[in-house]
């Protein structure tokens, strides 16, 4: 879905587009590098919505500039620039705001999930078993609790469909016991460092997600990092355990989309423009909040 001129630019012009995902498209350049595009297309419920949403493309992009740079010392990473800060690649504007080059690394096919709170499919796994990646938890957790220390939850990354959790052991079969052991360790010290981070931000970083590669050798930390589309957000004044709690960007988008009884497959009704502002106003406020810089 091709949801600017931009984008059109971009794939007709420039460099090959070799993945688009549901929000981001990815581009070769050269060899060794990647053009990692984020755009402004929205997905509520795993559906890419027909709206697009002012600045979130940059936001995002931005926001995970942000966090490689904050996290290096835990642990490197394939960013090399921020579109805007190089000459090397001549896309317009408008383009270079959402946009980052990075080293093109080995994908270790797993995604690496921190949890601080309990909710979505650990809620979901506890309720069932009370187990959250098949390890015992303690009785009597209610949707939203944090957890005395947060706890590492593996998925296998999915072509297509939804990614599968697995249990820690499971993850130690498919990339062995000292790498699992090693991204448990590093995912839980990049979530603790940035959960703490936002809380003091008035942010809640509720779960993450991570991915790992291997670029000349080196572990580093690749894709997109603690943005709003691979986290979940949470509004500090607004936490109350007990119950779901809201999503901080995108709970505008559900309630219209609940409101309107749509069924969650596609496709998604076209948002009204009420909507679209007011959710654009809450990623600019996440953006805000964290990084205290401005937007470019
Ligand atoms: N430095 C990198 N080297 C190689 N692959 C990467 C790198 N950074 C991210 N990726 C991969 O690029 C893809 C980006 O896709 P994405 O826009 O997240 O869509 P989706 O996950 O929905 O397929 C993911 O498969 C991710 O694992
Ligand atoms: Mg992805």
Redesign the pocket.
């Known amino acids: 879905m091709i949801m600017d001129n931009s984008d059109i630019l971009l794939e007709s012009n420039l460099a090959d587009l070799?993945?688009?995902?549901?929000?981001?498209?990815?581009h070769t350049i050269g060899e060794e590098t990647?053009l990692?595009v984020s755009t402004d297309r929205i997905s509520a419920y795993d559906v890419v919505m027909p709206n697009a949403i002012p600045d979130k493309g940059a936001i995002l992009n931005q926001m995970s500039v942000f966090w490689f740079a904050l996290t290096r010392n835990i642990v490197p990473n394939?960013l090399i620039s921020f579109a805007m800060d190089t000459d090397t690649i001549d896309i317009p504007e408008n383009v270079k705001r959402r946009s980052m080059i990075?080293?093109?690394?080995?994908?270790i096919d797993i995604e690496c999930v921190a949890r601080g709170y309990i909710t979505g499919s650990a809620l979901q796994e506890y309720k069932d078993t009370g187990t959250i990646a098949g390890i015992d938890m303690p009785q009597g957790l209610r949707e939203g609790d944090r957890f005395k220390d947060p706890i590492f939850t593996p998925a296998t990354?999915a072509?297509t469909g939804h990614d599968e959790n697995i249990s820690i052991d499971a993850m130690k079969d498919i990339v062995g016991e000292e790498l699992t052991n090693t991204l448990e360790r590093i995912t839980l010290e990049v979530y603790d460092f940035a959960h703490q981070y936002a809380l003091e931000r008035n942010i809640i970083i509720a779960d993450t997600k991570m991915?790992f590669?291997f670029?000349e050798g080196q572990l580093?930390l690749?894709?997109?990092l603690l943005t709003p589309d691979s986290s979940r957000f949470w509004d500090r004044g607004l936490y109350s355990p007990g119950k779901t709690q809201p999503n901080y960007d995108k709970q505008y988008v559900r309630d219209w989309l609940g409101a309107q009884g749509w069924d969650r497959e596609p496709p998604a009704p076209e948002l009204p423009q009420e909507i679209v502002a007011k959710t654009s106003i809450r990623y600019r406020e996440a953006f805000d909040k964290l990084t205290g810089t401005k937007l470019r």
């Open positions: 070799v993945h688009r995902g549901k929000v981001r498209d990815t990647l990692m394939h990075v080293r093109k690394a080995d994908r990354k072509e991915e590669g670029i580093c690749i894709d997109e």
